[in-house]
């Protein structure tokens, strides 16, 4: 059974940085996609950012792109979301996901926000104060 735990949230004001972790347990052979998604109160959930285990390729939402970056020393464990210049809009619950691909696949471009994530952590609380 894979699990996904997120760290690393907190309150920081604007302007700063925090960086998100989600370490997983229970990967088995193969390649997965990793994507970090975002839920504010009162809003839908938003995706952030993705990551293929396969040939490291990431992607962002226009709404982060060029503040935040994932990263993975293999692709799949951990991932890792440095988050800067951070603003009040960003305030949500991250939540790291995950889902199991052929071994070799990698993740199309513009795939990450609509895929079947099979596994989901719990979250973890960002909160940025103006």
């Known amino acids: 059974e894979v699990q996904l735990v997120e760290s690393g949230g907190g309150l920081v004001q604007a302007g700063g940085s925090l960086r998100l972790s989600c370490a997983a347990s229970?990967?088995?052979?193969?390649?997965?996609?990793i994507g970090w998604f975002r839920q504010a109160p009162g809003k839908e959930r938003e995706w952030v950012s993705c990551?293929?285990?396969?040939?490291?390729?990431?992607y962002y939402a226009d709404s982060v792109k060029g503040r935040f970056t994932i990263s993975s020393p293999n692709g799949k464990n951990p991932v890792h979301l440095q988050m800067n210049s951070l603003k009040p809009e960003d305030t949500a619950v991250y939540y790291c996901?995950?889902?199991?691909?052929?071994?070799?696949?990698?993740?199309?471009?513009?795939?990450?926000?609509?895929?079947?994530?099979?596994?989901w952590g719990q979250g973890t609380q960002v909160t940025v104060s103006s």
């Open positions: 996901a995950a889902d199991p691909l052929p071994s070799g696949r990698p993740v199309l471009a513009g795939t990450c926000p609509n895929r079947s994530y099979d596994y």
């Open positions: 229970g990967f088995t052979y193969g390649d997965y996609a």
């Open positions: 990551i293929s285990s396969s040939d490291g390729s990431t």
